[in-house]
């Protein structure tokens, strides 16, 4: 029971009392006053100090009841002043934590959007890692191919290194055979632009007739592989005698012109001649 509630039920059983007086009174005009008044015991006067102690009593009791209902009520306030100042320290708190969870929400935000971002960027990290992967793959087909490539190439060159090498040495050889050649037409009084046709082969033969020194037939022909233009030496034993030039040419025989500017001698029937002298 609340405080107020204790003083309603004294001052309900006060105003009883007092009720009860009054019945008492109305019930004692039917008798003696005066003895109902004086009576030692049951007079009203012996009862109305009864009832003055038991109101002294009560109020006493009241005042107490007032007295400790003030200190209650200093106590609510007080409490109720530190309520209010945890309310207010909560409102703060609340209010920190709301702008806090704002700051979160942003930072959310932010992390959402970063995070959206940092997909898209991922997303295109995979379109580009499969783009690389096919380039990549190209490149090693590609690769692959250029290798195979290099390997017949290699091949090639290695062919090619056997060709050369043997090349060389085939060239060597040429050099060296070219070297005897040219000596040869240098002792020959030849040279690589004398026209083949007019180089003479190495033939000997005889003189088989003679006409006014100037003319000669010889005992070589065509089937020689005489052609006109070629010269003969002509000599007996060991005496030079000059040269003849071809003129005309039959199979078996051929008619040469005498060159007088080498002319040493008269040339006679059985002369040799020869294209080149030993």
């Known amino acids: 029971m609340t405080l107020l509630g204790k003083i309603f039920t004294v001052m309900i059983f006060m105003m009883s009392l007092l009720f009860m007086s009054f019945a008492i009174m109305v019930y004692a005009t039917h008798k003696n006053w005066k003895e109902l008044v004086t009576a030692e015991e049951t007079g009203l006067l012996a009862q109305n100090r009864i009832k003055e102690g038991t109101i002294t009593e009560l109020r006493n009791e009241q ?31 609340v209010t920190q934590k709301q702008q806090e969870l704002d700051r979160l929400n942003v930072a959310l935000g932010e992390a959402v959007q970063q995070v959206k971002s940092a997909h898209e960027q991922l997303a295109a990290l995979v379109a580009e890692n499969a783009a690389l992967k096919v ?48 000596g040869i037409l240098d002792r020959r009084g030849l040279s690589v632009d004398t026209p083949i046709d007019l180089i003479e082969p190495d033939l000997q033969g005889f003189i088989s007739a003679v006409s006014n020194n100037e003319f000669v037939e010889i005992t070589l022909g065509g089937d020689d ?5 070629h010269e003969f030496h002509v000599f007996r034993d060991r005496t030079y005698l000059g040269k003849v030039v071809i003129k005309k040419v039959a199979p078996n025989r051929a008619v040469g012109q005498v060159i007088k500017e080498t002319s040493r001698g008269v040339i006679q029937r059985g002369d040799r001649v020869a294209t080149k002298l030993s």
């Open 135 to 182: 380039e990549n793959r190209d490149v090693q087909i590609a690769r692959d191919a250029n290798y195979a490539q290099m390997i017949v190439m290699k091949d090639k060159v290695n062919s090619l290194d056997g060709d050369m090498k043997n090349l060389t040495e085939r060239a060597s050889q040429l050099n060296e055979q070219v070297s005897r050649y040219k």
């Open 225 to 229: 592989g005489l052609i006109p233009g």
């Open 63 to 93: 005042n107490e009841i007032l007295n400790n209902l003030a200190r209650e009520r200093a106590a609510r306030r007080a409490a109720l002043s530190v309520l209010e100042t945890k309310v207010s320290q909560s409102a703060q708190m």
